[in-house]
């Protein structure tokens, strides 16, 4: 009885190993945002769960470092071009969250990356806010240098995409979605 039992939890404990990739034999570091935001392309919002009349939402970033990272976010909304600043600070020991502060008028996010492709152009971000309780979105981010390859991968993504977030509600991103079609 008590073999069993161990044997039982051996093999549960092994297996969600395997499952998320921990084991040594997988080689696999858990995704950085850090290393997401790590680069000088424009990074688009393909896709988003939040419901929005914003459009054409890409982050450029504009100074990068050890513990934070400086970014601008644009989009337009209700057919005027809004521009923000933020800062997003790395939690040390954390590496997929970044705490979000809006250098202007505004509220504070947090960002957790839940799965980002090998090369780290193309991801999917929970954005969490407090306004009125917890708040989770799930948005699709892709690299400007990836867009022009997104029609091959974009079907892995959509996938990833919707396993954390089922109905999930698709945006036209203007010049994005001319880039890939």
């Not at 980002?116 to 400007?144: E, K, L, P």
Request: with cysteine; aromatic share 14%.
């Amino acid at each position: 009885m008590v073999e069993t039992l161990a044997f039982k939890i051996f093999l549960y404990a092994g297996c969600l190993t395997l499952l998320e990739g921990n084991c040594w034999p997988c080689k696999r570091q858990a995704h950085s945002i850090k290393k997401f935001y790590f680069t000088k392309e424009p990074i688009w919002t393909l896709m988003t769960s939040g419901h929005t009349n914003i459009r054409c939402l890409v982050d450029r970033v504009n100074a990068m470092e050890k513990k934070s990272v400086f970014f601008t976010r644009c989009c337009y909304n209700r057919g005027y071009k809004v521009c923000r600043t933020f800062e997003g600070i790395f939690v040390t020991g954390r590496k997929k969250h970044m705490e979000v502060k809006n250098l202007g008028k505004g509220m504070n996010f947090q960002e957790d990356l839940l799965y980002a492709t090998d090369d780290y152009r193309c991801s999917v971000v929970m954005v969490t806010t407090t306004v009125c309780g917890w708040s989770y979105i799930f948005t699709a981010y892709a690299n400007t240098a990836s867009l022009s390859v997104m029609r091959l991968s974009s079907n892995s993504i959509c996938a990833n995409f919707n396993i954390f977030k089922k109905k999930s509600q698709f945006h036209r991103k203007g010049e994005a979605m001319n880039a890939i079609a």
